[in-house]
Each structure stands twice: as C-alpha cells, then as structure tokens.
C-alpha cells in the first residue's frame, strides 16, 4: 500500500470514529407526556446540574473520550415528568386564635346578642382549596369550641376536603343570604334561625356553615342558596359535598356536633353545631 492510500484509510478512520463518538455521547431527546392538572398548583421544573435541562456533557482535555452524565440525564427526565401535576405534599396545617371586639364584628354583632364579644375567638386556620392550594381562612366561633374546631378542619385539611372560602360574615355586611350566595364557610352571626323567631346556634358562635352552595339548606320548595338546586341529588356526591362518610362529617359529630343533613322535617346539609 503506497503512503497516499494509507493515508486516505487513516482518515476514513478518524472520520467514522468520530461519528461512531457522537452516537455514544448523544442521549435522546426528552419530552414531557403528562398534562397539567388542573387540581394541582403547578411546580417549579428542577434541570438537571448543568440548569438547562439538557444532558451534562464532560470538559476534560482533548485527548480524553468525550463523556455524558446519564443522572443528570435521569434527573431532568423525572422533573419533565412530573411538570405540571403538583407536589403531593401540602404546607402543614397550621392555626392562631385571638380575642375578637365589636369593633372586628361591626355587622354580626348587635346589642341583645346572647353572647359577648368577649366569649367569642377569632380562629385562623389552613384550608385546602378546590384549586389544589393551601389557603387561610378565618372564622368567628364561641371560645368553648375553638379546639374542637381546629381538631375537625386538620383532619379536613389532611383528608383534602376543599373548601371555597372561609371568611366572617362581617365580610358580607352580616348578610348570610350573600354569604350563602358566595359559596362561604361561616360560623358566628347574631341573628334568629331561617323560619323562626329563636336565636340561631350562629348567635352563640356554635354553628359553621360549609360550602353553603353544594350543602343547601332545603324545606319543600325552599331551597337556600338558589344555586344550591344543582345539589339536591346527594347521591351524586361531588367534592365539597358534606355526608355521612366524608372524614369532615365524621369528625365533626366525634366531636359532640350535630349535623343538619339528618334532619328530618327539612335538610340543611350545610349546617354543623354543637349545643353549649
């Protein structure tokens, strides 16, 4: 073989080893196949070490073989599939209480209430959202139920029973005919029972009212709110739903609480108090 040909062989060689070099160090192009959900917030995407997501390749000197990272290959392809379904976890759950004045309740409470200002709390507590989220909400309750009431809504909480919005009804003007149209978890409001002319469990801050929407209060023809009708079928049990086997119901009547969807001349399924 003369030098010309060698030549031309060694570079034929160096030619197909280079090819052969980059079909090793190229790793396949990941996308992700998981849609978002929209029951969950969605996460931040970790990359791989390099922060760019794609594979991390070696610098070494140029006489050493090129070389790829498969963890960092790997790590990129678990973030990429787990983008958009949100963490299983949630922030812990978490509550404060403080004493509450008349001037915090300037539409639910009223000379001639059957409590004072002073028996009341103000209770702040972690909900979890029909969005996926953690949230804070905050409800006016009687001071003799304030740990039965945290108890009840952590286990809510952990068993991911959504809520919609959990705000004093002063935040209404006093108005539980607003509240009950927003969709409000409330507790505390001076005020006589739907029908009747007695003070209301609301009054002494022993009732809470819950997603008045889905759990509406029904007699006959009377159904409160008016958008609660979508509801009326309780066998079609949707989230945010109060019944017997939710772990809220269940924890609730552990606790000494009575339960409207048992009531037998009417349902007011939103509808939990305990007797003082």
């Known amino acids: 073989m003369g030098a010309g040909q060698r030549a031309r062989v060694i570079a034929a060689?160096?030619?197909?080893?280079?090819?052969?070099?980059?079909?090793?160090?190229?790793?396949p192009v990941a996308t992700a196949t998981s849609p978002p959900s929209a029951d969950r917030p969605r996460d931040a995407v970790t990359h791989g070490s390099s922060g760019t997501g794609r594979p991390v390749v070696a610098t070494g000197p140029a006489s050493?073989?090129?070389?790829w990272d498969p963890s960092a290959t790997a790590a990129t392809l678990s973030a990429l599939a787990g983008a958009g379904r949100g963490s299983p976890d949630l922030p812990p759950f978490r509550s404060a209480v403080r004493r509450v004045t008349a001037a915090d309740l300037p539409h639910s409470y009223r000379s001639g209430c059957p409590v004072r200002p002073a028996d009341l709390r103000l209770v702040e507590l972690t909900y979890y959202g029909f969005d996926g989220a953690a949230h804070t909400g905050r409800l006016v309750v009687n001071a003799d139920v304030v740990g039965s009431v945290r108890r009840v809504f952590q286990k809510a909480y952990a068993s991911r029973f959504p809520v919609r919005r959990m705000r004093p009804v002063d935040d209404y003007r006093g108005s539980d005919t607003a509240s009950m149209a927003a969709d409000n978890t409330s507790a505390f409001n001076?005020?006589?029972?739907?029908?009747?002319?007695?003070?209301?469990?609301?009054?002494?801050g022993r009732a809470i009212?819950?997603?008045?929407?889905r759990n509406p209060y029904v007699s006959g023809d009377t159904v409160l709110p008016a958008a609660g009708r979508a509801y009326l079928?309780?066998?079609d049990v949707r989230p945010g739903m109060l019944t017997r086997h939710r772990t809220i119901t269940k924890a609730f009547l552990a606790e000494g609480w009575s339960w409207g969807g048992d009531y037998r001349s009417l349902k007011d399924y939103q509808h939990l108090d305990r007797a003082g």
């Open 64 to 67: 050493a073989a090129p070389t």
């Open 233 to 235: 079928d309780r066998n």
């Open 190 to 204: 001076c005020r006589r029972v739907t029908g009747g002319t007695s003070w209301s469990r609301h009054s002494y």
């Open 209 to 213: 009212d819950i997603n008045p929407v």
């Open 13 to 27: 060689l160096v030619t197909l080893g280079a090819a052969v070099g980059l079909c090793l160090i190229t790793p």
